[in-house]
């Protein structure tokens, strides 16, 4: 059962004016818990996926691999390629392998609420996936690119989905300092 009477006004005892302040909605503890587990399954998933993708060996792409340190210079590769599918396929594929750190984090970690939050924590993850790619995996090098494309994607996410989710499984709370913002009071 969804609860609204997050945002009661305590100088009248009793809900807010729907006027005044927004109705917000929460997930029942046994919904919010059952959301979590979908989404550390959906993160669990996730991570195998990224391994699968980055961390597997391409011997066959050894000879034609090298690191890239500057930021849009592979992309500036990919959108010169003739088969618009490639691009395509290497734009758009680092930036999907990015969203589901904007749909998840927000629920799995309320402190990752919040672009710049998620930004960094993606930022950070995907740096330490392209080094592990570059240092241990044959035929896979360090490409900031991916990151930024990964963290694009991310972002994307975020915004059109992850911050609703990470606000409907761990709302705002309600603070010391927000009784004396008088916020839903009428005739203010």
Same mark, same amino acid.
């Given at each position: 059962?969804a #609860?609204?009477?997050?945002y009661?006004?305590?100088?009248? $005892?009793?809900?807010?004016d729907?006027t005044t302040?927004? #109705?917000?909605t ?5 919904a %919010?818990a059952?959301?979590?587990l979908v989404?550390?399954? &959906?993160?669990?998933?996730f991570g195998v =996926? ?5 961390l ?15 930021p849009?210079?592979s992309? #500036?590769? *990919?959108l &010169?390629?003739?088969?618009f599918r490639?691009?395509v396929?290497q !734009?758009?594929?680092?930036i999907?392998?990015g =969203?589901?750190? &904007? ?7 309320? @402190?990752? %609420? ?22 241990? +995996?044959? $035929? %896979?090098?360090f490409? !900031?690119?991916? +990151? ?8 994307? &996410? *975020?915004?059109?989905?992850g /911050? /609703?989710?990470? /606000?409907?499984v761990?709302? @705002?709370? #309600?603070h010391?300092?927000? @009784?004396?913002?008088r ?6």
């Open positions: 059962m #609860r609204t009477d997050r009661a006004n305590p100088s009248e $005892g009793g809900p807010a729907d302040s927004p #109705r917000r929460t997930l029942s503890p046994l %919010r059952a959301t979590m989404a550390f399954a &959906g993160m669990v998933a =996926v990224l391994a699968r993708l980055t597997e060996p391409s011997a066959a792409s050894e000879a034609l691999t090298h690191s890239n340190f500057k849009g210079d992309i #500036r590769d *990919y &010169g390629q003739p088969a490639d691009t396929k !734009i758009g594929g680092n999907l392998l =969203v589901p750190f &904007g749909l998840l984090l927000p629920v799995l970690l309320p @402190r990752t %609420r919040g672009l710049v939050r998620v930004a960094v924590a993606t930022a950070v993850t995907m740096v330490l996936v392209e080094l592990a790619q570059g240092a241990f +995996v044959t $035929g %896979r090098t490409d !900031i690119d991916d +990151v930024i494309l990964n963290t694009t994607g991310a972002l994307l &996410g *975020y915004l059109v989905l /911050r /609703r989710l990470g /606000r409907a761990h709302p @705002r709370r #309600r010391w300092w927000h @009784r004396f913002t916020r839903g009071t009428a005739g203010a």
